[in-house]
């Protein structure tokens, strides 16, 4: 029963809203199962089913002059002119990024035989371990149940419906979409839909655009195939069952996008062809004795590997708490001690990961992979000032580097678009890009010409996205893809950095103009403003790159001295003549960027000089970036800026959006704020209101909807009981249980991961570490901590190693 607690959500009705039903996915093709009894739903979604094509990227206002536009903002700005300078900066605004789209839904009707035909004893699962959704319920007329899956090796939604009836009910099957532009036709078997996307979804209140041209939007094919022991029959643009006492349903899609430069070819006929070869095989395989346990099993296989690697388990022992999620919540917000929850929460972060961002698919956008609306919020985009680096720090950690891959995959082509963004708009070398993206890699300051400056203007995406290529290297220590793929990202978005900055009359490197993502500052006329020079957030992200483009061209240099000879060429190759000239600007260039300072007030400055807060409990808090997931401010090596970063917090408030929450678990963790920590989770896990919380499904609200939320807390959960930001090229350096609360007093995780490539278990009681069990893949020197105990092992290759408290040693 604590095991079930931990890995499956339960209900006791079918969903009523699409944040109660339950998502399904492989990284490509989504689903959100409803459970319903007399119409079912399953909303669906394939990831590369955006608005707009290629050429949306360019964007839909031109700036001339940007160059000049940029001396005359600065030269307003040093002038203490700051709306004149914001006025200017208004011109550089470059149109809309394109939504990310729904594909349609597929309805399964089975009315009742009377009326009066209640169902009773229903009940609604996701079991995380298996990825299967599932629902039952029984009537007087029989009884229902049902599976579903959504299977990787296979790109195919699968579902399987049993009926045990003593009357005849007709099943009928349709395929919708909210989108005009769908066209669906009954095929022997089955459905087939053809769905056109939006040529572009612009800024309110001008509608929706379709455009009929091949290449100006994404096409969309999917299709339903019906293996069943009953009668089947089209009626008109739908399936009509009678008779069947079980039916399997496979429904996969094929769209034709292929990356964010290439444009959609637009060819019907040939999109046809790869949908029906696919569905035939499937249908093939499903037909055969066996084959639907078969597909299944493989797909349980398929998940669990990447699933399994991560335990979690927090609190003493105690009665299994209660299961309907539904109850569960609520009892949490009224106060009940149930730590499963937040293993729960942890534990769907990590397979949102993995159902939702697979190899070979575009990252999670602000939905994740799932999505009803063709106007979602915030354009369903990637969001690039937090949201979406939130969404990927949970893939390191949590054992999901392959799950990290669409977002290090799509920074390439984002780096590519990037340059044209800073040489057309700045004149600048290197790539840059700003508040909003989407899958075409839209690069330009969003907004029409008069959108708010203090989240339009902001153009160092680049440099904070680039900090996941160090992550991932960090994590898995992979040389080649740091060679082959990393660096070039990493560089070029250096380049930028290093042309961005501008010298002070004291001698130091700056940035003007410059934001502090989305937030203001009271300016001197008494109204709100956003634009000032270096603000901390600004200084914070291109120290960090410049640093880890100095550290990691050093491991490039290692390695090639000491690399087979594969190795060295593909080495050489990714180091060009011209790059240690930029690791020596780097060098040159760190030694004059501020650290973090201290307000008058105590807190740790967000602003250039000690200015009011228009919004003193701001949602943004991204002046604390040097704390997480940077490493520059820590209790050991910055103390004075760790406590002016805890009174940040403080000064915030305990109330904030449900991502904000999610980074506050994670700030509060690397500052050792124990309880505040778990105050955050606690008001993260609230049922969904006006001020955050979760949906019924554990969706986690803004509110609306944003699914960074539930990536972030996995992060800081993690961050919560095992954290190795210290870690050096040499040595990793773990501090084990550095915010741990009080109602998680006894517990374990395993499979957790911290950087140098060492894997970490844990157990722990009455609060005080008792076991620690390590794997390394290389040999290793590891230091570790937890409270006042310390102990230092070296590892062998791929050797477990196991140490309890009695076996410390002097570091």
Request: hydrophobic share 40%.
């Amino acid at each position: 029963m604590i095991a079930d607690a931990l890995t499956t959500l339960r209900y006791r009705a079918p969903a009523e809203a699409w944040t109660d039903a339950l998502p399904l996915g492989n990284g490509r093709l989504g689903a959100m199962a409803f459970g319903g009894v007399e119409q079912d739903r399953f909303q669906l979604n394939e990831g590369t089913c955006w608005s707009g094509s290629p050429v949306t990227a360019r964007g839909t206002r031109s700036v001339h002059d940007g160059p000049g536009l940029l001396r005359s903002a600065r030269t307003a700005l040093a002038a203490g002119d700051v709306r004149v300078a914001e006025a200017l900066l208004q011109r550089f605004q470059g149109g809309n990024c394109q939504a990310y789209q729904p594909l349609g839904d597929l309805w399964i009707g089975q009315r009742r035989p009377r009326a009066d035909d209640e169902p009773d004893a229903y009940q609604r699962h996701l079991d995380l371990r298996s990825a299967v959704a599932s629902h039952t319920y029984h009537s007087a007329s029989g009884r229902v149940s049902q599976e579903a899956w959504i299977s990787h090796g296979a790109q195919a939604l699968v579902i399987r419906r049993r009926v045990q009836q003593t009357h005849n009910t007709p099943i009928l099957l349709r395929l919708t979409s909210p989108h005009p532009t769908a066209v669906t036709s009954t095929v022997v078997g089955g459905l087939d839909m053809v769905v056109r996307m939006p040529s572009s979804v612009p800024s309110h209140p001008e509608p929706v655009a379709y455009d009929p041209a091949p290449h100006a939007a994404v096409t969309a094919l999917t299709g339903l195939r019906v293996l069943s022991s009953g009668v089947m029959t089209a009626a008109g643009e739908q399936v009509k069952l009678d008779d069947a006492d079980e039916l399997i349903l496979v429904l996969t899609a094929v769209t034709d996008y292929v990356d964010p430069l290439t444009a959609p070819h637009g060819d019907v006929d040939a999109l046809t062809r790869t949908l029906h070869d696919r569905l035939d095989a499937l249908a093939a395989s499903l037909a055969h004795p066996g084959g639907y346990n078969a597909m299944r099993a493989a797909h349980e296989r398929s998940h669990a590997q990447l699933f399994s690697r991560v335990g979690l388990h927090l609190g003493a022992p105690q009665a299994a708490p209660r299961l309907d999620t539904a109850d569960r919540i609520q009892a949490h917000a009224d106060g009940e001690t149930d730590p499963a929850l937040a293993a729960l929460q942890f534990q769907y972060g990590r397979y949102l990961m993995i159902t939702g961002s697979r190899p070979g698919g575009l990252p999670a956008n602000l939905q994740g992979l799932w999505n009803d609306h063709l106007r979602p919020p915030w354009n369903g985009n990637y969001t690039t000032n937090i949201n979406l680096e939130m969404n990927y720090w949970p893939a390191e950690v949590a054992n999901l580097p392959e799950c990290h891959l669409p977002l290090l995959d799509w920074l390439g082509f984002a780096a590519r678009s990037g340059k044209d963004v800073a040489r057309t708009l700045y004149g600048l070398d290197g790539w840059t890009m700003h508040h909003n993206s989407d899958a075409w890699c839209f690069g330009l300051p969003s907004g029409v010409g008069h959108d708010e400056v203090k989240w339009s203007f902001w153009p160092l995406a680049g440099a904070w996205l680039s900090r996941h290529v160090a992550d991932h290297y960090d994590f898995t220590r992979d040389v080649d893809f740091l060679a082959t793929r990393g660096w070039p990202i990493l560089r070029d978005a250096a380049a930028f950095c290093l042309d961005w900055l501008v010298p002070a009359e004291d001698g130091s490197l700056g940035t003007a103009p410059s934001t502090s993502p989305e937030n203001q500052y009271v300016a001197a006329d008494g109204r709100p403003a956003a634009v000032t020079a270096s603000t901390t957030a600004d200084l914070v992200l291109i120290r960090d790159l410049l640093t880890n483009v100095v550290r990691l061209s050093a491991v490039l240099t290692s390695a090639l001295s000491s690399s087979d000879a594969d190795l060295s060429a593909v080495l050489r190759s990714a180091l060009s003549s011209s790059d240690a000239d930029l690791v020596a600007r780097a060098q040159a260039a760190l030694a004059r960027i501020p650290a973090e300072r201290i307000g008058a007030d105590g807190r740790l400055a967000e602003w250039p000089s000690d200015v009011a807060d228009a919004e003193p409990s701001h949602r943004h808090t991204s002046h604390l970036i040097g704390v997480y997931p940077g490493q520059s401010v820590t209790p050991d090596t910055t103390p004075a800026l760790a406590e002016a970063a805890r009174l940040s917090l403080d000064a915030r408030g305990p109330e904030s959006t449900g991502w904000s929450l999610a980074w506050r678990i994670a700030l509060r963790a690397r500052l050792r704020d124990t309880e505040g920590a778990a105050e955050a989770v606690r008001y993260f896990l609230r049922p969904a209101g006006e001020k955050a919380g979760i949906y019924l499904n554990l969706f986690c609200a803004h509110p609306p909807f944003q699914i960074d939320g539930n990536y972030g807390f996995t992060a800081g959960v993690a961050e919560m009981l095992l954290q190795s930001h210290a870690t050096t090229e040499d040595v990793t350096h773990l501090h084990l249980l550095p915010a741990l609360p009080a109602a998680w007093s006894e517990g374990a995780f395993a499979g957790l991961c911290a950087r140098g490539g060492v894997t970490v278990d844990a157990t722990w009681k009455d609060g005080v570490l008792e076991e620690v069990r390590l794997l390394s893949a290389t040999a290793r020197r590891v230091v570790l901590r937890a409270g006042t105990w310390r102990a230092e092992v070296t590892t062998e290759p791929k050797v477990p190693y196991q140490l309890t408290m009695a076996a410390s040693t002097s570091c």
